[in-house]
């Protein structure tokens, strides 16, 4: 029959990465219980949860890494993890293992320039024009990555029907790493990969920090000549901190011509020319700047305003890298995995304009 102690022991082979330390050393094991079955003894049910101090990254490809070692040493066990985040209670590390330190950035060495997409506002389509931008540059030959670090509503996973992906772990010169999926050209990484949307709302400030950096540095990236970061709507101290972290080379915004949306964008520009942030912008990308009816294709009707990133542009002395009308293509692409730029026609050539621009 399986005894607790076997199980530990298998358990114990399952290092956590940051840490560097078994899952079993850093008490993130508990309630382990092993149910036998009636007929047969060893065909019984491995049970127990793997709580985490915070919402980790890495949750999700330890509890796998769990059901794979368990299931070679109990080929006939079936086996049932339950992952909590528990960030009011210790579980067993002290300060210090849970201190990252100062982390080794090498793997964004490899990467040209790293972009950073931002909005004032949540809604505006960033993640829409990031993921096609992402598409479009690549088209244009480039070598592409995409870093979804939207916290609050992560969209890279639906946006390229990736939402199944376990990113799994290699080893780099001793050095564990995350590996992207590479789909349409482009290798995507997001925080949804690792948490799920309703987990995202208990997500406060510097977790979601600690998270974005370990996604920039400890992800396989190799050889990019763009990395794409879309960050989390809004412009608060949050955003400082994490694009204060990131060797970023330059940002783009995005935005509705409304004027609300534009009242943030100012906040937007004012955060990357913040003296401690000092990134320059490489432009702003006007979204939603018009709607043409399929039966009238050669009308536009302003529905919220017109030419308002134009005049933004102006304004703060940035170019404007490129307009996107409001077309069903663009909502149903993101929404069935399969954006808009991969298809030929006037939204595809937008988006290799704004490319092209950037
Ligand atoms: P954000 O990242 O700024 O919150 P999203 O990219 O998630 O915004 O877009 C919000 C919604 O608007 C999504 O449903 C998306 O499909 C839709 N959308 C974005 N841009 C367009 C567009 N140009 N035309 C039609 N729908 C769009």
Known sequence: MI??????????RVIHPEYDKSI????????????????????????????????DPMANSLKEACQK??????????????????????????????????????????????????????????????VNLA?????????????????????????????????????????????????????????????????????RGPMACGALKQLAFEVMWGELDYLLIDLPPGTGDIHITMIQEIPLTGAIIVTTP?????????????????KDVHTPIYGIVENMSWFTPKELPNNRYYLFGKNGGEKMADKYNVPLLGQIPIVMGVMEGGDNGRPAALEEGEIQSRFREIAENL
């Open 258 to 274: 409304q004027q609300i949306a534009l009242a943030d964008v100012e906040k937007g520009i004012n955060m990357f020319r913040n």
């Open 135 to 203: 598409i479009a540059l690549s088209q244009l030959g480039y070598k592409v990555g995409l870093l979804d670090a939207d916290v609050y509503g992560p969209s890279v996973p639906k946006m390229t029907a990736t939402e199944d992906y376990l990113p799994p772990i290699t080893e780099k010169e001793g050095k564990q790493l995350i590996v992207p999926v590479e789909k349409y050209g482009v290798k995507w990484m997001s925080i949804g990969y690792f948490a799920k949307p309703e987990q995202a709302l208990i997500w």
């Open 69 to 130: 070692a368990l299931q070679e040493a109990f080929p006939k066990a079936k086996t049932s993890i339950l992952v909590l985040i528990d960030s009011n209670k210790a579980t067993g590390h002290n300060k210090n293992e849970l201190g990252r330190g100062d982390l080794d950035k090498k793997e964004l060495n490899t990467v040209q320039n790293i972009i950073a997409v931002a909005s004032g506002k949540g809604g505006v389509g960033k993640s829409t024009v990031a």
């Open 3 to 12: 005894q607790l102690s076997d199980i530990e022991k298998v358990l114990n």
């Open 24 to 55: 079993i050393e850093l008490s993130l094991v508990q309630n382990l219980n092993y149910q036998k079955d009636e007929s047969e003894d060893d065909a019984g049910t491995i049970k127990f949860r793997l709580v985490f101090h915070r919402n």
